[in-house]
């Protein structure tokens, strides 16, 4: 954050109005949040633009911290508090502008010194996450928070079916995004800057789509080849039924399902804009629909619903979103999913079970009980993605061979 920032009024107002709508409206999720903002401002220069995105995902990310220097709890009426205390954290002047009237300066500037309670003031999570991190992590979690904490930085697949990694590189520079590859990942290469990359003709041509590093380690892991028959059960919009479409240079089958329609109605839209032609998409509309496919596919993706503890850096929203009891009934969805998608595979084929969750109880644990129970296959291979260690986004992937 630049200090030297000039502020406007309207600015403050905005990113006032997004945060109340993010924090307290059911159901608003940050990254549209933001989207609707800057759509809806749209005189905002690309500096205001840049002011606003960092500050609204920093004020999420770090509520527990500002909350206990401004000694207020988060409220409709203490945003503008929480506001100028991000603010003076960043050593960013207040203007005398209304929204700042009842900021106390000093007392915030006091409390920058003291030492913070709790380690969930510190690391900016409720308490029940905190324990809960504890408990299946270890020692380990304030590590993994620590890495969860950091702003993630905007990743690209290069779309295989139409260009290379280097080749895009290139076009991109045409259109003044340097991006720079990453190093062991084959497709995937790192915006050097914040920008809006959807407006390019690159992004409208199909040249690539956006996808973290650790996401692009799934479609890999699964290993699939040209020509095979393949299902991806939890499909939702697509992001990995792409990567396997080019992986399968677009030659067999893939079988995208969801239980929403509408999530299959835009992976449609963007299997159309990356010239992926190999996907046949169909709704999970009961138990029929998955019996039909039964001991049919080579290989079965389940990228499973879960508490996307692995992907707060890129939804810091989560962390005030999720409770216990939303992790606990995911938890058993994931049990009945890998139970019954895991009939789709023929045999000698391959089950992977993927989640964007870091917690054992998600990953490692859920497989284990479902080899208990399933004697039929075996564990292959088993990658766990720590924030910590890899950089990215936590991942965990299980390939499983089925057996007969
Ligand atoms: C982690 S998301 C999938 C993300 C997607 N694979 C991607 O790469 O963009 C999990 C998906 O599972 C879907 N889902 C939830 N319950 C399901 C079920 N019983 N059967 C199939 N899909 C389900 C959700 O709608 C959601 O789209």
Redesign the pocket.
């Known amino acids: 954050m630049n200090s030297k920032i000039k502020l406007h009024r309207n600015l403050i107002i905005g990113l006032h109005k997004a945060l109340e709508e993010s924090f307290f409206e059911p159901n608003k999720y940050a990254d549209k949040v933001l989207e609707r903002t800057l759509k809806f401002n749209k005189k905002w220069g690309s500096k205001d633009r840049g002011f606003v995105s960092e500050s609204f995902y920093e004020i999420i990310r770090w509520k527990n911290q500002l909350e206990f220097f401004a000694n207020r709890k988060l409220s409709p009426e203490s945003i503008n508090v929480l506001i100028a205390t991000y603010l003076l954290r960043n050593k960013i002047e207040l203007q005398p502008f209304p929204e700042f009237e009842k900021v106390y300066i000093k007392k915030i500037k006091d409390r920058f010194k003291l030492p913070f309670p709790t380690l969930a003031i510190k690391y900016s999570i409720p308490e029940w996450m905190q324990m809960v991190l504890e408990s299946e992590l270890g020692d380990e979690w304030s590590h993994e928070m620590k890495a969860l904490n950091t702003p993630a930085q905007t990743i690209i697949r290069a779309n295989s079916l139409k260009i290379t990694a280097e080749e895009l590189k290139e076009v991109l520079m045409v259109e003044n995004i340097i991006v720079n590859f990453i190093k062991g990942y084959k497709n995937a290469l790192i915006m050097e800057e914040k920008k809006n990359i959807f407006k390019t003709q690159a992004f409208k041509d199909g040249l690539f789509e956006i996808q973290d590093a650790s996401?692009q380690r799934v479609g890999e892991f699964a290993d699939v080849k040209p020509g095979m028959r393949v299902i991806?059960?939890?499909?939702?919009?697509?992001?990995?039924?792409l990567h396997l479409a080019a992986l399968m240079e677009n030659k067999g089958l893939i079988i995208a399902?969801?239980?929403?329609e509408w999530?299959l109605q835009t992976l449609k839209q963007r299997a159309r804009r990356n010239g992926a032609y190999n996907i046949q998409t169909k709704v999970?509309e009961d138990s029929k629909t998955l019996k039909r496919l039964e001991n049919s596919a080579d290989r079965v993706l389940i990228?499973?619903?879960?508490s996307g503890l692995g992907v707060l850096r890129r939804n810091p929203d989560a962390k005030w979103k999720l409770n216990e009891e939303f992790i606990n009934r995911v938890k058993e969805?994931q049990r009945?999913?890998l139970q019954n998608?895991s009939k789709l595979v023929r045999k000698d084929g391959i089950l992977v079970y993927a989640?964007?969750s870091i917690l054992p109880s998600e990953n490692t644990l859920q497989v284990e009980k479902f080899l208990n129970e399933n004697s039929n296959y075996q564990l292959i291979e088993e990658k766990k993605l720590m924030p910590s260690v890899c950089g990215f986004d936590g991942f965990y992937m299980a390939k499983l061979l089925r057996t007969n």
């Open positions: 996401s991806d059960s939890c499909a939702g919009a697509g992001g990995k039924t399902m969801d239980i929403h999530k999970i990228d499973a619903p879960c969805e009945q999913i998608h989640t964007c």
